[in-house]
């Protein structure tokens, strides 16, 4: 009975929502920074993965920063899928991901908002010294007054291999011990300039005290040496955070209410200053990240001529961006160039290129998306999908997994089949399909286009149901 509580319990901490890109744990490669065909979730694009993987070796030794990379390739190869196998190797290296569009929806200049992406994409450690007191508590004595009224006080007992430590406790740290539910044989650390009290497991040498115990109980060494030590803490913020709490009068509230706004240039100049004393003092380090723009070719000359600039800055990320466009227009002129980039922009870019997908690839694909959906599918149906993907797009097939599973559960079977498959091809259409759609029945839509040498009151008095 205890197991099956356990494994029910462990099925609810692991309830998730599926993403578009849930499956994908990396890049799959190797130590030699060589593509597997089939690792992490990633299938095929072999090149433009091991590509990926130099610029990702880079990133991580964080020697450079300011280097634009563009993944080019038609709709549906990989390349959002790519960025994210590359945030999910970063580590704690900060990953920021946009769409070009958002600069444009936001409430604030166009500048503004990349300069806040590019902010937010650069971390900075700052190393801190802190007293710490470590050890096994032996004993606690909570001391209460008669009436129940009034302050509470007690003493604390922690010991080390080495050496045993009564300590007096206040009101405030026996609030927080309380709340911690710590006993006696449990290991603690109390963080001296704050008073927190952090449980880190149980002592081995109580180990027996219960005849059984639950499986989150860890069991830890008692400490030895010092109870008293110094212990260098690291954090890990962005520079955007910094900007934020030292340019609202809330301060760290700020980053949770949202209301960033625009942020001074001479705020960001002390910032920048200040953390470059405390790197040269050895208090801080930079951390250069990557920042993902998707569908870049919908940003405009403004834009572009900002990156142009911004990349030249020491304080500028990896910028890696994503475009689907061949020969496009520039988003505000009448200039046409490729994936819709400038000329001059895109002569600073390394661009890695993505290829179509081949149909054993696709296979792979739609058997991983139907793993990571917890979908059961028959071989022949897995065969029907992937041909569907081949002649209209992966993205409509991954869409009749789920949707096939919905079909199969109705007809009350675990597996989904050809003959559900077929039915959901039936009910949902694909691009190609709509457009036939479209074109066949285009007289029977409201506002289709007005034939040329056609005026407007001759086709209200054709049209059905129109009077002048």
Avoid at 38 to 60: D, E, F, Y
Avoid at 121 to 129: A, L, P, Q
Avoid at 363 to 383: P, Y
């Amino acid at each position: 009975m205890e197991s099956i509580i356990t494994s029910h319990a462990a099925e609810i901490a692991k309830l998730e929502r599926t993403g578009a890109h849930s499956h994908i744990h990396g890049l799959g490669l190797d130590d030699k920074l060589e593509a597997r065909d089939n690792s992490q979730g990633m299938v095929g694009q072999l090149r433009a993965r091991k590509a990926a993987g130099v610029i990702l070796k880079v990133i991580k030794q964080g020697k450079i920063s300011g280097r634009a990379i563009l993944m080019a390739g038609a709709p549906g190869t990989g390349k959002t899928a790519i960025a994210m196998g590359m945030s999910q190797e970063l580590g704690d290296v900060p990953f920021t991901s946009i769409a070009a569009s958002e600069v444009f929806s936001m409430e604030m200049s166009k500048t503004e908002s990349l300069t806040q992406a590019f902010r937010r994409s650069i971390g900075v450690r700052i190393k801190e010294e802190t007293e710490i007191i470590e050890g096994e508590v032996v004993e606690i004595q909570i001391d209460r007054s008669v009436t129940g009224v009034g302050p509470k006080s007690g003493k604390l007992t922690l010991k080390t291999t080495d050496m045993e430590t009564i300590y007096d406790l206040g009101q405030k740290m026996i609030s927080s011990l309380t709340k911690e539910k710590v006993m006696a044989g449990d290991v603690i650390q109390i963080d001296k300039a704050t008073g927190r009290i952090t449980r880190l497991g149980r002592s081995f040498t109580r180990a027996r005290d219960f005849d059984a115990t639950g499986p989150d109980v860890k069991f830890v060494q008692c400490p030895d040496g010092e109870l008293q030590t110094r212990k260098e803490v690291v954090h890990m913020v962005s520079l955007h955070e910094i900007d934020v709490i030292n340019s609202r009068q809330q301060g760290f509230l700020a980053l949770f209410s949202g209301d960033t706004g625009e942020i001074k240039p001479e705020v960001r100049d002390q910032i920048n200053q200040k953390i470059t004393e405390w790197c040269e003092e050895g208090k801080a380090e930079i951390v250069p990240g990557v920042l993902f723009i998707d569908e870049i070719h919908m940003l405009d000359m403004e834009c572009f001529s900002f990156l142009n600039r911004a990349l030249e800055d020491k304080m500028a990320p990896v910028v890696i961006m994503a475009s689907n466009r061949g020969m496009a227009r520039i988003r505000g002129t009448n200039y046409q160039s490729p994936h819709g980039v400038p000329i001059d922009f895109l002569d600073r870019l390394l661009i890695i290129s993505t290829q179509a997908y081949n149909e054993d690839e696709i296979k792979q694909i739609l058997k991983i998306r139907c793993d990571e959906e917890e979908v059961e599918m028959t071989e022949d149906a897995l065969a029907v999908l992937t041909k569907v993907a081949t002649e209209t797009s992966l993205r409509y097939a991954i869409h009749l997994i789920s949707t096939g599973h919905l079909v199969a559960q109705k007809r009350q079977s675990s597996k989904v089949d050809v003959m559900d498959i077929k039915r959901v091809y039936s009910l949902f259409l694909d691009e190609a399909r709509s457009v036939q759609y479209l074109k066949d029945y285009q007289d029977e839509y409201l506002y289709n286009e007005i034939p040329a040498g056609q005026s407007d009151s001759s086709m209200a008095i054709d049209q059905p149901g129109v009077g002048v």
